[in-house]
């Protein structure tokens, strides 16, 4: 068959086969480490492996603190500033700790829990990171990769006095302490633009429920304002706006009830608070679709609009306005419903096992929860302390009243759209139950939603 | 055979290429006794000093990375797609374990169905309505126009910028208050088309009656498609003009003085010689519109909702957020063979008519 004329011919079809099947062998010969070409990287991998293993002896027979690894997103702005102090004050207790921040940016933390969750899998953690306790964590108990510190941290800096029972649970997805929380955004606010509301006759103080505040946003309408800067360009916000509205709706006891998977029995609440949602979306700007929470935040600050739900760090947008003071130009009160309760978005810092420093690791988490960090951290986050004895004088007057009414609260719900009450594939379903919601607003099908993702 | 093969081959590469074939016909087999008569150590020796051997240090390395990294990391995919792996815990990979539970998963799941469908949609208008706008253009510009190499320029800059940048500028275009569409709209006094164009729906009506149309038309995936094209048809463009001009000016002439009508030339004489143009411009958009990740994440995040929620968005969700890497993998499989539906019939296409 080769002496066909046509076969004569050489292409390019035969220098490919015989370049693949060249390939193929090569590769194969790499995979397997059979061959003979191969011994010598063998060799060369067995002398690497063996100065790995003396390396890592001459560290765990050291007596002195490893070098400590800390990850974390807050690149910058406000988070950025108050991790710099966080760290400072560090250092300053332990000169002898040698710190290596290795921040990744992006994406609201999603692009370090994706690097931290590889290098869980590689067996090959940070000392620790920046994660969000609660039920976030629980993927890495189930797998056992986080480490008891009950005794080692919890039980220094009198922690389990000055933590409350909201952020302490949160810090035992699984029943023991294995994180340390370190700032709590609060969640279930209601900002507002006093000189709007006063146009237009409503009194925030006075909206009892969150389905009468669809009346005072009606009133508001009527007065040519919008009724609530929300944005729907992505699903968070409305995630968080419902949870809200579910618990002032219902309480908490209901609220922790549907989180822990009973959403049937709970469905008439459920439903009723999506249909909560589906009233104000009535109130919402025209060009809610295509904005940022920032942007809808800006209608606030320009007057465009009467009522804000977002978490507690839209109030850093009001402290970097000039002329636009708490109290005189902008406002808050606990989302209507939830007066005495105090819903928790937390960062906090875990203790992986297998850790490459765990004594530093220990000193760090003592610090990250004790008064001095805290009270370094939070005034430039814009956040308050979970523990209730730090001292109010660096912090405004709102972040000042926000404490308060943590430290009076009965209950700490924790929050469903930030981690903390539901693990990472319930978040997953939930957001896309919430996505399918914001686009066609059809209660029944984001009840099934919701109830699929929850149990 | 193989032997063969090989040796005629190291034959011709001493011969220093393929003979001269000026009329298209086959060339005398010139080689074919030159090589008669060398025995295996010749072969051997002139096997050490062929091109192919000599060249390896220029296309070995690339074609071991490659390898590695792109058809070994495909592989590997494909195998994780196979196991149970979700969470932190790593899977044993044992083979008596594999199995395609991953597989029935995604079809029985909705949200599976309606990102496949959306994905589909996305990569057949696009790519029609990509190759039919840069067809426009081409013709326009081709026709000998004042400014040409400017409106060219034009046309095709959007393409030079990355999906990030489009992506936030074109957010910016739909807002309902102050976007350039709207602004536009309004300003020619076609106040009731404004609209949510990322939100908004239309009720198809009675239409809705006819099979494969919605009820309901939302417009959030077509403000992508409409995105995107305004990106993407610029390049269709310069492949098409590229086509257009190797056209030569005889067949316009002869066309004008057999007295054809410009619709008639260009659809029977022009439009069948562009079928590579055609088809190498829709390959290439096929596979951006399958890339429409990017666009997707910075315009909405991980989560566009089920409006416009591809294939490629869910895979990274359940994979990077969910932490249901298997399943992830399982959806990128889809994803892969959907690709390779694309790609596949191109190259066999071209390698059947010996062009590649």
């Not at chain 1, 090569?26 to 100065?51: N, Q």
């Not at chain 1, 700790?97 to 992006?106: D, Q």
């Not at chain 1, 719900?413 to 997953?428: E, K, M, N, R, Y």
């Not at chain 2, 051997?53 to 797609?81: D, E, H, Q, T």
């Amino acid at each position: 068959m080769t002496d066909t004329p046509d076969s004569d011919d050489v292409s390019r079809r035969t220098y490919l086969k015989l370049a693949g099947g060249a390939g193929t062998a090569t590769f194969l010969a790499g995979c397997t480490g059979g061959g003979e070409s191969t011994t010598e990287s063998t060799e060369s991998s067995g002398d690497s492996e063996s100065t790995e293993e003396t390396s890592g002896d001459d560290s765990d027979s050291s007596t002195e603190y490893n070098a400590l690894e800390v990850q974390h997103w807050w690149t910058g702005g406000d988070g950025g500033a108050a991790v710099q102090a966080l760290f400072e004050g560090f250092e300053e207790q332990h000169p002898d700790i040698e710190l290596t921040e290795n921040p990744v940016a992006g994406g609201a933390g999603q692009n370090l829990r994706a690097v931290i969750k590889k290098r869980i899998l590689n067996n090959d953690p940070p000392s620790s990171w920046q994660a969000w306790p609660g039920a976030n964590l629980q993927p890495f108990t189930d797998a056992d990769k986080l480490e008891d510190i009950e005794e080692s941290v919890w039980g220094h800096n009198d922690m389990k006095n000055a933590y409350l029972d909201g952020p302490q649970e949160a810090a035992q997805p699984a029943g023991n302490y294995v994180s340390v929380p370190l700032n709590i955004h609060r969640l279930n606010n209601l900002f507002y633009n006093v000189e709007v509301v006063e146009d237009a006759g409503v009194d925030p103080a006075s909206i009892d429920s969150p389905s009468a505040l669809v009346d005072a946003m009606a009133t508001v309408d009527e007065a040519g304002y919008v009724g609530m800067a929300q944005q729907t360009n992505s699903a968070w916000s409305t995630g968080q706006l419902w949870a809200q509205v579910l618990l002032g709706e219902y309480g908490a006891d209901v609220y922790a009830d549907v989180t822990a998977g009973n959403v049937e029995a709970n469905a008439d609440a459920v439903r009723d608070s999506l249909d909560i949602v589906k009233q104000y979306s009535e109130y919402y700007p025209n060009d809610a679709g295509s904005i940022s929470w920032q942007d809808a935040n800006s209608k606030i600050i320009e007057g465009d609009a009467a009522f804000f739900h977002q978490g507690d760090w839209a109030a850093g947008m009001y402290r970097g306005q000039d002329g636009f003071e708490y109290e005189s130009n902008w406002d808050h009160v606990p989302f209507p419903g939830t007066e005495g309760l105090y819903s928790l978005n937390m960062d906090s810092f875990p203790m992986p096992t297998n850790n490459p420093s765990p004594e530093a690791t220990k000193a760090f988490l003592r610090y990250v929860g004790s008064v001095d960090a805290q009270e370094r951290f939070n005034p430039k986050k814009g956040s308050i302390p979970p523990r209730t004895d730090v001292p109010q004088d660096a912090f405004g007057p709102f972040l000042q009243n926000q404490m308060d009414d943590f430290s009076n609260s009965e209950a700490q719900p924790l929050s469903i759209q930030h981690g903390l009450a539901v693990a990472p594939d319930a978040l997953t379903a939930f957001e896309d139950a919430m996505a399918s919601f914001i686009s066609n607003y059809d209660v029944e099908a984001a009840y099934s939603a919701v109830q699929s993702a929850f149990q | 055979m193989s032997t063969h093969i090989l040796k005629r081959l190291l034959d011709r590469l001493r011969d220093g290429g393929p003979p001269v074939r000026t009329d298209g016909g086959t060339a005398a087999a010139g080689s074919e006794t030159a090589g008669g008569d060398s025995d295996v150590g010749s072969a051997l020796s002139s096997l050490r000093e062929s091109d192919a051997v000599r060249s390896a240090p220029f296309w070995l390395p690339p074609f071991l990375l490659m390898g590695f990294f792109v058809y070994g990391a495909i592989s590997w995919n494909i195998v994780i797609s196979l196991t149970d792996f979700g969470g932190l815990t790593l899977p044993t990979y044992d083979p008596s374990t594999f199995d395609l539970e991953m597989y029935r998963r995604a079809f029985s799941d909705g949200q599976f169905w309606i990102a496949t469908r959306n994905t589909f949609v996305l990569l057949i208008s696009f790519t029609g309505l990509s190759l039919a706008g840069g067809l426009g253009l081409a013709i326009l510009v081709d026709r000998g126009i004042r400014f040409e190499n400017w409106f060219r320029t034009v046309y095709l800059l959007p393409f030079s910028l990355s999906f990030v940048v489009t992506a936030v500028f074109w957010r910016w275009m739909y807002n309902f208050d102050s976007g350039l569409i709207n602004a536009f709209l309004r300003g020619i006094g076609l106040d009731f088309v404004a609209s949510k164009w990322l939100t908004g729906s239309i009720d198809t009506g009675a239409l809705g009656a006819i099979p494969l149309v919605p009820d309901t038309f939302y417009f959030k995936l077509f403000a992508v498609i409409f995105a995107l094209l305004w990106q993407f048809s610029g390049y269709a463009m310069v492949v098409y003009l590229a086509g257009l001009r190797a056209i030569p000016n005889d067949q316009y002439e002869a066309a004008r003085v057999d007295g054809a009508s410009i619709l008639r030339m260009y659809r029977r004489v022009i439009l069948p010689q562009l079928r590579a143009s055609t088809v190498s411009a829709a390959v290439v958009l096929m596979v951006f519109a399958l890339k429409a990740f990017d666009f997707l994440y910075v315009l909405f995040g991980s989560n566009p909702g089920p409006t416009a929620d591809i294939l490629s968005t869910m895979m990274y969700r359940q994979a990077f957020s969910a932490n249901e890497w298997a399943y992830g993998s399982a959806i990128a499989v889809v994803l892969f063979v959907v690709a390779l539906t694309v790609v596949a019939p191109y190259l066999y296409g071209e390698y059947r008519r010996g062009e590649l």
